[in-house]
């Protein structure tokens, strides 16, 4: 299994960028997917999700601002980051809760992560 992040990069306060991830290789299904971030010094914390179902949930800090959308039955997920300031920037990391087979529980999977920076 691979979950393959595009998208990060550096912006200026205000601007916005457009996170991408797919995940591919043999499995059964998966349940959510999602972003998280982890800033320098800092724990890795839950950006956005997105169920199957296509219910999502978010951070308060990105409430407003970012918009997480995809389509987890075809394995992909975006996240769009408008008014980005520099309290942002983090490597953002796709993850997936997925199951490879009928018979194994759900476990999360994790991407290589993308880099966001946020500076003037």
């Known amino acids: 299994v691979q979950l393959q992040a595009f998208g990060g990069g550096l912006v200026q306060p205000g601007g916005f960028l457009r996170l991408s991830c797919a995940a591919s290789g043999s499995f059964f299904g998966i349940n959510d997917m999602g972003w998280y971030r982890q800033a320098p010094g800092k724990q890795r914390e839950m950006v956005a999700s997105?169920?199957?179902?296509?219910?999502?949930k978010y951070a308060d800090s990105v409430k407003g601002r970012f918009t997480i959308s995809g389509d987890v039955a075809n394995n992909a997920v975006y996240l769009q980051m408008n008014s980005l300031n520099p309290s942002d920037t983090a490597v953002h990391y796709c993850n997936a809760q997925l199951r490879r087979t009928v018979a194994e529980g759900w476990n999360d999977y994790w991407g290589q992560g993308t880099e966001v920076t946020v500076s003037s």
């Open positions: 997105i169920t199957r179902g296509r219910s999502t």
